[in-house]
């Protein structure tokens, strides 16, 4: 059974850091595809960034320069590391990885973090 646990969601000040960390068990992250998502009060979920097996990353526009995505595949962990954080940064987010095996993708309960201003 595949199990992703998201932690570190926090409340931090405008311009500050927070690491979020996605635990995996059930499925091996190094031959998957991995990224993260967020959802803000009221609207849709959305593409953060992802990583993919051979490491290339990519990010979305309101992010990039700020927040990195890295993976440790001996840990089976994915981590968020996220810089200069704005109130718009506010959401729950959610770790995801799409099976190379089987084409479905997995969720985590989320983590929520608030940014004030």
């Known amino acids: 059974q595949v199990r992703l646990v998201e932690s570190g969601g926090d409340l931090v000040q405008s311009g500050g850091s927070l690491r979020l960390s996605c635990a995996a068990s059930g499925i091996m992250i190094s031959i998957n595809d991995l990224a993260w998502y967020r959802q803000a009060p009221g609207k849709e979920r959305e593409l953060v960034g992802g990583?993919?097996?051979?490491?290339?990353?990519n990010y979305a526009d309101s992010v990039q320069g700020r927040f990195t995505i890295s993976r440790d595949n001996a840990k089976n962990m994915v981590y968020l590391q996220m810089n200069t954080l704005k109130p718009e940064d506010t959401a729950v987010y959610y770790c995801?990885?799409?099976?190379?095996?089987?084409?479905?993708?997995?969720w985590g309960q989320g983590t929520q973090v608030t940014v004030s201003s």
């Open positions: 995801n990885i799409r099976s190379s095996l089987t084409k479905n993708h997995y």
């Open positions: 990583i993919s097996r051979g490491g290339s990353t």
